[in-house]
């Protein structure tokens, strides 16, 4: 590889990172909602959640006038109580509307505020899960339950993993419903629905289950690298919707608004997914459906729905269907393990994103190292001697021809001086030397191109995955998931007082340790490598270890642990086999003297 498509390279992979930095130091603008709608009319807090069934004629998508905030507030609960969630149902339509996450917190400190996942109609996010039947042949709207149905708690007095709940409506003609409510250890729900037709005639229905989202979510990040909103698995086909496309969707008439219709033939799932958490709907494997991601514009109302096949019962039958919903946090072994048990490709709701082929693996022998270890810092650069390990027998090549390269860098200054601007004459001469010196400079390109995805992935990996979150390692560093805490201006940590807000201006002036380590860790490992000929290109390696150093302070602080711990196993490697080849390499030299080379060079 001659000089200039080497520089090409180089160039790419530093465009690379550049554009990486730029879009984690400045994120698109969150969009801002118009404050008359982020919360709708009390005549439209609620749309109709059904258009037509899987294998049906289309049933009836009108509703009644629904009842305000205010009703649904005032509604009896039942109260949800296990190990790791608490909330409650209400009986106003027996919906799924407050949920908290008893295990994880706004903030890193112990007394904030546990994480709310559900929020009922009233608040400033409402974001819920509702079940019914859309009615067919022989109902009419008014002999199903609706979103404002008030139900009533034929069993059970509050919902536990060991005390599941059973609510009763019974509607003008005599037909009863019946819902029965269970919970697991984590965060599956299971919503078994019954329908007893007590008329004389048959009845046709459709059972369904719904999501639904009042307006963007607050903390909506609007991240490049993240993906938040609807998440969907259709026969083994993974569908990622975030929320801007949802209100481009054209608008389907029997839907009632603007919809993305997908029929489900054997297995699926679909839900919302934020950054850590997600709520689902998992009809039965080997059940048909129709999967439905909603958007009304008229309500502001973001909408999920699992609808099932119609079921006609006949005059004393009855009819009962089961719907699981996911609502929790994002963990990879609880996932996994519902996915073990049945539930589709349900990994896969964790977004690991275009490199998944090296997310999932990296991710995977993060978490075991964690569990071994104890601490996800400490795994972080664990990880990173293994990955160090698997590459070192390219390494190896890369750092011996860095080596030989380092030793001919006397001979490629005459050669240049020679050549003056004869570039085809340079060249010739370059490549003449790298055979009879049996030197490959394309050698020291491989582990660049190869550092480039593996980095991208791990990145990802802290980025997106929970198990990261507030994890800590050591001293001040909490949170493996968020930038250094540590400034010059507060003495490293040494001071009572935080750092400057990551992202502000202070916070790129006054750097954390950890930016600093990487500068100097960055400075160390160039200082073993061929220095160029050209002034220009030797002035910006001279300079791009520090301005790494302050561009990448916003980082997550575990990939900036990482970074910093695979220069230093690169600069150990390459050093200690550049003395294994007779080069003792001058590490603190001084770069301006090849600088001051050039320069005379180019006057000549």
């Excluded at 109709?48 to 009842?67: E, G, K, L, N, R």
Aim: net charge negative.
């Amino acid at each position: 590889m001659d000089d200039q498509n080497k520089n090409l390279l180089i160039a790419t992979a530093l465009s690379f990172a550049v554009i990486l930095v730029w879009f984690v130091l400045f994120p698109p603008p969150d969009p801002a909602l118009d404050p008359e709608t982020a919360l709708p009319p009390a005549s439209q807090t609620e749309t109709a959640p059904i258009a037509t069934t899987p294998d049906a004629a289309p049933v009836d998508t009108s509703t009644a006038t629904q009842a305000g905030p205010t009703a649904v507030a005032d509604a009896p609960r039942v109260e949800i109580e296990t190990d790791r969630l608490t909330g409650s149902i209400s009986l106003a339509g027996g919906r799924i509307d407050d949920l908290s996450l008893k295990d994880y917190r706004v903030s890193v400190e112990p007394n904030s505020d546990v994480v709310h996942l559900l929020n009922p109609v009233g608040t400033a996010s409402p974001y819920y899960a509702l079940f019914g039947w859309a009615p067919g042949g022989g109902l009419t709207l008014e002999d199903v339950p609706s979103v404002t149905t008030d139900w009533t708690v034929e069993s059970g007095d509050r919902l536990t993993t060991d005390s599941p709940i059973t609510l009763r409506w019974e509607s003008p003609n005599g037909t009863i419903f019946r819902r029965l409510i269970e919970v697991d250890d984590d965060f599956m729900f299971t919503v078994t629905q019954s329908i007893e037709n007590t008329t004389d005639t048959a009845i046709s229905v459709a059972p369904y289950g719904l999501i639904a989202r009042h307006g963007e979510p607050a903390d909506l990040k609007n991240f490049f690298i993240l993906h938040e909103g609807v998440v969907a698995m259709a026969d083994g086909t993974l569908a990622e919707i975030d929320y801007d496309d949802m209100t481009d969707f054209p608008v389907v008439p029997t839907e009632g608004a603007r919809a993305e219709v997908t029929q489900v033939a054997e297995s699926g799932w679909i839900g919302f997914t934020d950054h850590y958490w997600m709520t689902t709907l998992i009809p039965d494997t080997g059940t048909p459906f129709r999967q439905v991601a909603k958007y009304n514009d008229a309500s502001n109302i973001y909408q999920t729905e699992a609808v099932q096949p119609t079921v006609t019962i006949a005059p004393g039958q009855t009819q009962e269907v089961t719907t699981q919903l996911f609502a929790g946090a994002k963990e990879w072994e609880t996932i996994r393990e519902y996915q073990n048990n049945g539930v589709d490709r349900f990994i896969d709701a964790i977004d690991w994103g275009w490199f998944f082929f090296l997310t999932k693996p990296i991710f995977w022998l993060l978490h075991h190292l964690n569990l071994l270890i104890g601490n996800m810092g400490w795994a972080i650069i664990g990880l990173t001697l293994i990955i160090k390990a698997i590459l070192f027998p390219l390494a190896y090549k890369s750092y011996v021809s860095m080596a030989k390269m380092k030793e001919l860098q006397p001979e490629m200054e005459k050669i240049k001086e020679r050549a003056g601007d004869d570039r085809q004459k340079l060249q010739q001469e370059m490549m003449e030397m790298y055979k009879k010196e049996k030197v490959n400079p394309a050698s020291g390109c491989l582990p660049i191109l190869l550092q480039i995805p593996i980095f991208f992935s791990l990145y990802k990996v802290i980025f997106v995955t929970l198990e990261l979150r507030h994890a800590p390692w050591l001293g001040p560093f909490q949170d493996l998931s968020a930038p250094d805490p540590t400034s010059i201006f507060n003495l490293f940590g040494l001071l009572p007082w935080a750092a400057p807000e990551p992202g502000s201006l202070l916070a790129l002036v006054f750097i954390g340790i950890l930016p600093l380590l990487l500068g100097i860790s960055m400075w160390l490992q160039q200082k073993l490598n061929p220095a160029p000929t050209d002034a220009t290109q030797a002035m910006i390696f001279a300079w791009m270890p520090w301005v790494f150093m302050f561009m990448l302070g916003g980082f997550a602080s575990g990939l900036v642990v990482y970074w910093i711990a695979n220069n230093t196993i690169t600069f150990t490697q390459q050093y200690l086999i550049m003395r294994s080849q007779g080069y003792k390499p001058d590490v603190f030299g001084n770069i301006k003297s090849s600088i001051k080379r050039s320069a005379k060079t180019g006057e000549k």
